[in-house]
């Protein structure tokens, strides 16, 4: 089981990687090919289109967690039969997205302030992403196989080679003069291949699978929905949390203002997705724990992770926020960091990322309550925070424009994942409240204190870095710096212990090891043939 997860775990890292890399190399060149406007447009275009995901009412969530199920109990007569009735079923909500696609298409020149010359290019681009949509949906029961059979490296194989092959083909249609229709078109071939590569490898990893469309049944879908309601709660929050800005930013300001927004939200999304490949292997132990009433060492679980988990999203955001400035700037150039129309880049980030940093810290917190079988809290928390940032947002953005849509984000964030989340845990667990503050917060926060102090002054003394070069250097730097603090301040001696325990092993095996040759150093032959 620990290699599975440590399989999946790299996997999932090395998905992470090439994405972040793809998106830091090809970000500045979308944006210069397609100018501010056109690339506010594209934003705008997957803001409406993002809530596309809405329409699978929790049949991806329900056939994911009923093929794991029925795969552990080898019950392929039924496993086929509810992968049978969720195809079913999403064929007709993918043509639900397409009618409603059409309806999109034809609204959005109307109520968005759209450019006259972009109109066009903007009732193409929904109808092509809707397209692709609809004929995702019913693909999805091979994609789920992935996860039933924690094949989470085949699928992270298909998505990085069709990711690299789709940031080419992005580069060539913009580097030929062909504007959103086309950017539209590439990711749309792109996701056509995967869910084609998918459904092959789904295919060889379980060959038992079988799809036959008169084999669905109501049972299965019964099943599938009841699982997948608090689903789609938690989906439509995380949606309208993510995806509602752009709507805002498109009605209440011009179009290109989403540029700049898009640019340091899309930053801090990446920053924190730099976690959650390590908290989801969190959740079969957080389920296992529950299923044996082990309430004991699912409090040190929860303990334990969320401190970690503050520390490293901290120590982390406390880097990029000093740095900023000078990443953005050498990134996709002043404009967006000097003083201008809009509310500065890097300000945006240092606002959003401060919320990111509660709500990664709590992942641990989010994996607990999974285990427990608490959707209908999660869904709850969610929901109360989406609606917060929606009322936030339409109240601030008239006056605040930029500044206030960052702020209708990070207050929500820090009330929702800082103060009700831990308040929830606590009592699920009954931990109280003076132990989560002392386990969890005071380390982090010393640390905090400290690598701010040490950052500040570095980026006062320092000259600012001119180039990529020492830019890096000085990140590095600042990363080693904040290791050593969080390893030195913000971990429990035992954990230290347990850190260093590996690579002390493997020094011993080192200097063990005997030289080539047959030759042995004076004395090691009695040594060795003395321990046992």
Known sequence: MLRVLVRNAISNWAGFAVNLVVTFLLTPFVLRSLGDTRYGVWVLVLGLTGYYGLFDLGFRSGISQYLTRHLATRDFDQLNRTASTAFVALSACGAVVLLVSLAVAWLAPLVFTIPPDAVREVRWCILVI??????????????????????????NAVRISIRIAAAIATYAALALGHGLVALAAVNAAG?????????????????????????????????????GIWSVVIQGANYLKHYFH??????????????????????VSHVGGMF??????????????????????????????????FLGISTVALIAVVWAKDFFRLWVGSRFVE??????????????????????????????????????????????????????????????GLLGIALSNMIPAIAVHGLAYPVVLCRALGIPVATFVREVCLRPLL????????????????????????????????????????A???????????????????????GNREPSRGLKRPCESVANEESP
């Open 339 to 400: 003083a201008g129309p809009y509310t500065s880049v890097q300000l945006l980030f240092g606002l959003l990322i401060l919320g990111s940093v509660f709500a990664v810290g709590q992942r641990i917190g989010m994996q607990t309550l999974l285990g427990k079988r608490r959707m209908s809290v999660i869904a709850a928390l969610l929901a109360a925070e989406a609606v917060a940032t929606v009322v936030l947002a339409l109240c601030l953005v008239d006056r605040y």
């Open 191 to 227: 996701d056509l291949i995967a869910y084609a590569l998918q459904f092959r490898v789904a295919h060889r990893i379980l060959p038992e699978l079988r799809i036959v469309p008169k084999w669905a049944n109501w049972a299965s879908l019964w099943a599938m929905t009841a699982y």
């Open 447 to 486: 640390c905090g204190a400290a690598l701010a102090g040490l950052l500040t002054a570095a980026r006062t003394l320092l000259p600012a870095p001119e180039g990529w070069v020492p830019l890096v250097l000085y990140g590095a730097v600042s990363g080693l710096v904040g290791i050593a603090l969080a």
């Open 130 to 155: 809707g397209a692709t949509t609809a004929v995702q949906f019913p693909c999805f029961p091979y994609g789920a196989v992935f996860t039933a059979t924690q094949r989470y490296d085949a699928l």
């Open 488 to 510: 030195g301040i913000g971990l429990r001696r035992s954990e230290q212990q347990a850190m260093v325990a590996p690579v002390a092993r493997l020094a011993r095996r080192i």
């Open 246 to 267: 752009a709507i805002v930013i498109g009605l209440f300001m011009p179009i290109a203002a989403l540029a700049p927004y898009s640019l340091a939200s899309g930053l």
């Open 276 to 309: 959650i490949p390590i908290a989801t292997v969190f959740f079969p132990l957080a389920a296992s724990l529950d299923a044996q009433n082990d309430l004991e060492r699912q409090r040190k679980m929860y303990l334990a992770g969320a401190r970690v988990f």
